[in-house]
């Protein structure tokens, strides 16, 4: 399942704007203010109704918000397509606001019957898979990790979908639910360990280790960790001395609330959703192969600039069958990869742009994000000396280039090229005379 077009009118800051989304990776970019936030948020309150109805037949989503409604109209209105390998399904939301009429209206009979279909298979096999749908908002920072377990979980299938469109990550739910299954984990470890010390006589215990009961579930979520997380291994509880969740850092065991913030959000973001991955889809030999869609607001938060190069391949490795939709202001994210279908939103309008795969930052900077690579003043000094090389003022150009060298480093690329550049005019004129 995907979302292929979002249709919205009179939502926020937008009269009318329709939206194609590409399978695999859509991502937004765009001032403060243009609107990116809006068009995730939008898209989750259509999908809380999915997830409302496949939960219970007549089970409601959010409704469009008051302060949503675009300020001058009287009413807004969001239209979704989903799509699939066989069918369409579109479903649309209208909120008027309060004390007006107007024509429009909900129309929701789609996703009854897409949810319908997702039931009934559920129902009929209990192996079958649902879509993962995930919303990670700006304010996902939260990272305590709980010393004592304060909630019990269940790992029903549908438990996949708790919280999934309101909250963001967090390490306590993550915690528990790791902790949890790792008891049971535990537990029939235990029993088969009973076992092949009972055998050891008779049977050697022989092709009983390569049945050790490794916890499907875990497993995802550990090996969604290593391939993300290259250099990381071996999440686990430690129950002894205290409680504690531990990872192995290049060989070294760190407890995880010593990691830095950015690895801590990444490591919950990446355990998230292959936890919710892997209650999906019990039927999957590696639930890390399952579908959903996910969206992550401002994907480069607290990233540092290697780690946002190379986020989205690393999540396309990670998670294969996901359509992610994710909002940024770093011109690294977005020119790292290939096949990234890139938004530019401006005054509300859209601008598709197909591939910056293999662009430098300072391009993107330029020419997608329209913002100068250096500080003004610098940069207009550093044009004004070029001029000056260009029309041959060979004096000018080097007290010029003096006083540039005073505030910039020496080894400036600009500089070192203007520096190339007078050496040369001035063979030149030495030949010519
Ligand atoms: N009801 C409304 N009517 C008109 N405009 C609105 C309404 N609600 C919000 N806005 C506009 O939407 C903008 C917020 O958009 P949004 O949060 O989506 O921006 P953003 O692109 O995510 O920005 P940032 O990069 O700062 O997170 C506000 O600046 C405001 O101008
Ligand atoms: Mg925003």
Redesign the pocket.
């Known amino acids: 399942m995907e979302i292929k077009k979002l249709n919205i009118v009179n939502?926020?800051?937008f009269t009318n704007l329709t939206i194609e989304f590409s399978s695999d990776f859509t991502v937004?970019i765009?001032?403060?203010?243009?609107?990116?936030?809006?068009?995730?948020?939008a898209l989750t309150i259509l999908l809380t109704w999915l997830i409302a109805r496949i939960e219970r037949e007549k089970g409601s989503g959010s409704p469009i918000l008051e302060?949503?409604?675009?300020?001058?109209?009287k009413y807004s209105q969001i239209t979704i397509e989903v799509g699939d390998l066989s069918d369409f399904f579109q479903w649309k939301l209208v909120k008027q606001r309060k004390g007006f009429k107007s024509k429009q209206s909900s129309d929701l009979k789609n996703v009854t019957r897409l949810a319908d279909r997702y039931r009934n298979c559920i129902s009929q096999d209990n192996n079958s898979s649902l879509p993962l749908v995930v919303y990670y908002p700006?304010e996902r920072v939260v990272l305590d990790i709980p010393l004592k377990i304060k909630k019990h979980h269940s790992f029903a299938q549908l438990d996949g979908y708790d919280n999934a469109l309101t909250q963001g990550v967090d390490f306590r739910r993550f915690f528990e639910w790791f902790r949890e299954r790792e008891d049971t984990e535990n537990e029939s470890m235990q029993q088969i360990l009973e076992s092949l010390k009972d055998n050891y006589q008779d049977e050697r215990g022989g092709g009983k280790l390569s049945q050790l009961p490794y916890d499907k579930q875990l497993t995802a979520v550990r090996n969604a960790i290593a391939i993300f997380m290259q250099g990381f291994s071996k999440l686990r509880v430690q129950r002894k001395p205290r409680l504690r969740m531990t990872v192995e850092k290049h060989g070294k065991t760190l407890d995880v609330a010593q990691l830095s913030q950015g690895e801590k959000l990444l490591m919950a973001l990446v355990g998230d959703i292959a936890r919710r991955l892997a209650m999906m889809n019990p039927g999957l030999e590696n639930p890390l192969d399952g579908e959903g869609i996910i969206l992550i607001?401002?994907i480069d938060l607290h990233l540092h600039p290697q780690w946002q190069r190379g986020i989205i391949q690393r999540l396309r490795d990670t998670f294969p069958n996901c359509q992610f939709l994710l909002?940024t202001?770093s011109p690294l994210v977005i020119s790292d990869a290939k096949d990234v279908h890139c938004y530019v939103?401006n005054d509300s309008h859209l601008t598709s742009i197909e591939d910056l795969y293999g662009l430098d930052a300072n391009q993107v900077l330029l020419k997608v994000m329209d913002t100068e690579i250096r500080n003004e003043v610098v940069q207009k000094q550093l044009t004004e000396l070029l001029e000056l090389i260009h029309h041959g003022d060979c004096n000018k150009a080097k007290v010029s280039l003096s006083e540039l060298e005073k505030e910039l480093s020496a080894d400036d690329l600009e500089l070192a090229k203007a520096r190339l550049l007078i050496k040369r005019l001035e063979v030149l004129r030495a030949k010519n005379r």
């Open positions: 939502f926020t800051q937004f765009g001032n403060n203010g243009a609107g990116k936030t809006s068009l995730l948020r302060a949503d409604i675009e300020n001058d109209a700006v607001d401002e909002t202001h939103l």
